[in-house]
């Protein structure tokens, strides 16, 4: 007799020919341990949180993968239709595990985005004997599949280069409960589309004063946008030109003030160096919202997201509450 196990479906399958593009796209939210994995029809949802202060979600549309399967589970008694799998995984062992054949650069050289990309003299002066055996500059591609069978199986992960297969089993977690940052859509006051390289920019020169704390502040009188800091080595202030060129859009409705804890802002580093544009909202409770669009080597925009809870005045290590979300082809009004 067969088991009934084996005659189940699997839920979920899908196959990308580049573990690279899914990698760079994880580590933008790899400032937490653990992960909530949503999977649906029309890709697999990735979130994080911090403290209950800031949420990262990171999106890996269907587009992504050269095959793609998901067939829910059968819905329970008390439902009329199956609800997606929400999963915890080790986020960490997930990254490690994607990078296992070489691709574990501290920055991302090969990326089109960085001013050191140049070939194979700078991956061998970046990664030294090794890199000479990276399959980048072999010229060799890879396959990556994600498959979770049903309740209580592990993530399975299989990785394929250059005639090398691994298998790896990610256990999974019962999932926390994980709260979500209340960001308001309808009430923004603040809505600016930039090129990410300049937040990114501004935020690295604010960090020569060793802050503890950013404020944001945005004004529609005189168009202005501009990021200020103090610290133990001094005060910075890194005001924007709103140049159309520069800033393609600049949507205040009134001046705009809020603090926000430096620490944070510095996790999404990784996200402002691979992204091309990034969308900073604010709405009236002065929740920030961090929407970073990524354009792959393969033409697919992805989508990374992040979502802050700003200080008060006297809230000196920044808690508070928090948020959720995930932007689709284009940014969100």
Known sequence: MEDTHDQMPVTFTAVSSSARQLLQILRCIGFSSKAHVQISDVGIRFSVQESKVMQGFAFLQKELFSSYHYHPE??????????????????????????????NE???????????????????????????????????????????????????????????????????????????????????????????????????ELSATAPTRVTMMASQSGRQFALSSSGPHGSATVEFSTDAQLLETFDVSQRVVNTYKYSLLQATARAMAMASKVSVRVDRQGVLSLQFLVELDTGVKSFVDFRFVPLIAEDDDGDGDEVEEMGGAEFED
Not at 79 to 101: A, G, H, M, N
Request: proline share 7%; hydrophobic share 35%; glycine share 10%.
């Open 74 to 103: 059968a819905a329970s008694n008390d439902q009329d239709t199956p609800e997606p799998p929400v999963l915890q995984i080790s986020l960490e062992s997930l990254l490690e595990t994607l990078q296992i054949f070489g691709v």
């Open 106 to 204: 501290n920055r991302d050289r090969w990326s089109s985005q960085d001013p050191t990309f140049g070939g194979v003299t700078g991956s061998l002066a970046r990664g030294g004997p090794g890199a000479a055996f990276d399959t980048r500059v072999l010229g060799t591609t890879g396959i990556c599949k994600l498959t979770y069978e049903q309740t209580g199986s592990p993530l399975c992960i299989v990785l394929e280069e250059a005639g090398i297969t691994t298998t790896c089993e990610l256990t999974i977690y019962e999932p926390e409960p994980l709260a979500d940052i209340p960001f308001d859509k309808a009430s923004l006051v603040q809505k600016i589309i930039m090129r990410s390289g300049l937040l990114h920019d501004a935020i690295t």
